[in-house]
């Protein structure tokens, strides 16, 4: 077998034993240590309480009551990776297992009597310095990215009531999240707020402009053009993005750019527009020049390597493939692959680590963020990869 073929197996091994459930970067609020207390009603004890979690190198989880849970946007990541190899082997095996997941998702949907469409949510007590999100609240990133699982996985198995609960989530993205504020126009992070967060934006209008070409909703692909165009009007001039508008978004990093431009791709290629491709051009070429060192390593910020993270890698090889494509780009992809097993996965436990800053190593267990990430990225390299050779052949 293909050696990264196995390692990618023996990933997958691993999040079976644990049933896709672990913990997560952002999940210390889950502490029953912490709920148990008044101090968990303060929005400041919440935040520095969620930061400790974050960026404490020891799990404090245990110590601190927090359990392992299933997350729905990990398990929605888990589908696509399933997909991935499904396509790649044609084992039933893996359509099986994305099937169970997908029964699962089902029943953690956010409340419908209130929200009248497919969404979901995370499964933890969120706070942002910029709002709160309670658990099961439902948020544009969670819900595009089980739309999206969903919808590939009722397309493989010819399951239409999945088809159609996937595109339903188009419509709680315009209905409950499109915004005017400040003069933009965009889709929020979550019901009732006003942060403008380009990624969260543009991932919702790509899931609308996919659904709503699907639907044949004329109106739906107007608000997501609209709701693009406020992004791409906001791109420098050098092609980046910052992550947002607030004074503390004003950073620019690799994986959420990463997001940007595959969104961008998804809608382009869902509409069948140019109308995009000198932003789109203009964004990959900022991305593969500022984001990377010589040797593969995917770079956190414009600025720095710091922290490296799994994260960063797992978006860069779909983000070189989907959006880039040439020989060039696979050939840089390659090294991507190669360099985030070099620095970050741990052959013992056949998992990655969380981080590696410059002076230490983080090697807690994040299901969601890392593992899930890994898994999905590789699948689809390992099947991009294997396409490539069949034609070649």
């Given at each position: ?101 997908s029964d699962w998702l089902l029943t953690q949907r956010s409340d419908a009597q209130q929200w009248q469409h497919s969404c979901w949510g995370y ?95 004329a109106a739906l692909v107007e608000q997501a053009l609209g709701v693009a165009r406020q992004s791409v009007s906001e791109q420098a001039a050098d ?151 069949h034609a070649k052949n």
């Open positions: 077998m293909n050696p990264l073929v196995s390692l990618n197996a023996r990933l997958l091994d691993s999040i079976r034993e644990e049933q896709f459930a672990g913990h997560d970067p952002f999940d210390l609020l889950n502490s029953r240590l912490l709920q148990a207390t008044p101090l968990y009603r303060n929005q400041w004890v919440r935040l520095a309480w969620l930061q400790l979690g974050k960026r404490s190198p020891v799990n404090l989880r245990p110590l601190l009551g927090v359990p392992k849970r299933r997350n729905p946007k990990g398990v929605g990541l888990f589908i696509s990776g399933l997909m991935q190899d499904y396509r790649r082997t044609g084992e039933a095996r893996y359509l099986q297992q994305a099937r169970e997941l499964h933890f007590d969120w706070q942002a310095r910029a709002f709160y999100v309670p658990a099961g609240k439902p948020n544009i990133i969670t819900t595009c990215y089980v739309a999206r699982a969903l919808h590939e996985l009722g397309q493989l198995a010819g399951d239409q009531a999945l088809i159609d609960m996937a595109l339903d989530a188009a419509y709680f993205i315009s209905r409950h999240l499109y915004t005017e504020a400040d003069g933009r126009r965009f889709y929020a992070y979550i019901p009732g707020e006003k942060a403008f967060v380009h990624n969260a934006s543009l991932w919702g209008a790509a899931w609308c402009a996919f659904a709503a070409q699907q639907l044949g909703d092609g980046s993005w910052v992550y947002g508008a607030l004074h503390h978004h004003q950073f620019i990093d690799g994986f959420h750019t990463g997001y940007n431009l595959e969104a961008l791709r998804l809608l382009r290629d869902a509409l069948q527009t140019d109308e995009f491709d000198a932003c789109i051009a203009k964004g990959y070429r900022y991305y593969v020049d500022n984001f990377f060192e010589a040797d593969g390593t995917a770079k956190y910020y414009n600025t720095s390597v710091y922290p490296i993270d799994m994260h960063s890698f797992a978006q860069a090889i779909f983000t070189l493939l989907k959006v880039g494509g040439t020989p060039a780009d696979l050939a840089l992809c390659d090294k991507v692959v190669q360099r985030a097993i070099d620095l970050l996965y741990l052959p013992g436990k056949g998992q990655f680590v969380y981080q590696k800053t410059r002076w230490l190593t983080n090697r807690i267990n994040y299901t969601r963020w890392t593992q899930a990430w890994a898994y999905n990225a590789l699948a689809f390299y390992n099947r991009y990869r294997a396409e490539l050779n």
